[in-house]
């Protein structure tokens, strides 16, 4: 079976490289597996200080795969995906993106989740969800508005507009862009490896205290938001334009 999830080890650092570039590395349930897997490792293991996760310098990722989400729709909060996203969340080890090309859908999602992340400045970052009959995902219908205002974050999450890497650093959903996704993912893996000079449970108490003042809304939010996703991937409006993806070409 293709590695369509790496695990790279440099010294207290874990790399969680997304490869599968043919399709964009668009998303499958058992690459959820993997990811949540992979952070479940780093949070469990006293060697790792920290992990990266990275697309590589041609692009990030095209999203939940639309072919998987008519096939084997997430049914509840046991599937893949909420799996991934809440080892995501639950991690107490520093967690970092280096992001260059395409960023759809959870590939957006799953940024906000991070605590620091470095694009490249013309990275595509976008949240189609209603423009597939779905509807925002895992916090992003709280985070969003939070940070950016009501009006802006219409315009990402009712519209669907895509941005890019400098306006996602512009806007803090990104800590810094980059001139070109190589130095995008030079710059992520600097930044991940400075965890290794840090005292590791200071950093993992000082996430925890930045984290913990939203946790209990964004839980709650969270499965509000997966309640209606799941319902949302049965709708014909959602059937419709997810076929049409399927049938583009
Ligand atoms: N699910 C399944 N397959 C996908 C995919 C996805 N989310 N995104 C891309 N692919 C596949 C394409 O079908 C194509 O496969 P093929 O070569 O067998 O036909 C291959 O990946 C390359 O994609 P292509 O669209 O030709 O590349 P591009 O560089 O022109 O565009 C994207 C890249 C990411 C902008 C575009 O593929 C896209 O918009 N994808 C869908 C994103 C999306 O809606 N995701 C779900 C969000 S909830």
Redesign the pocket.
Known sequence: MPDTIRFERERGLLTLRLNRP???N?LTCAMYSQLAEGLRLADSDPDINAVLITGGAECFT??????DFLQQPPNNLDSPVFHFMLNLLECRKPVIAAVAG?A???GTTMLLHCDLVYVSTDARLRM??VN?G?CPEFGSSLILPRLLGQAKAAELLLLGEGFSGEQAAAWGIATEALGSGEAALAKGREMALRFDELPPEAVRISKQLMKAPDREQLRKVIEEEGALFTQRLRSPEAMTALSG?LNR?
């Not at 095209?62 to 072919?67: L, M, Q």
């Open positions: 043919e399709k964009k668009a095209a999203g939940n795969d639309i072919f395409a759809v859908g959870i189609p969800f597939l779905l993806f070409h």
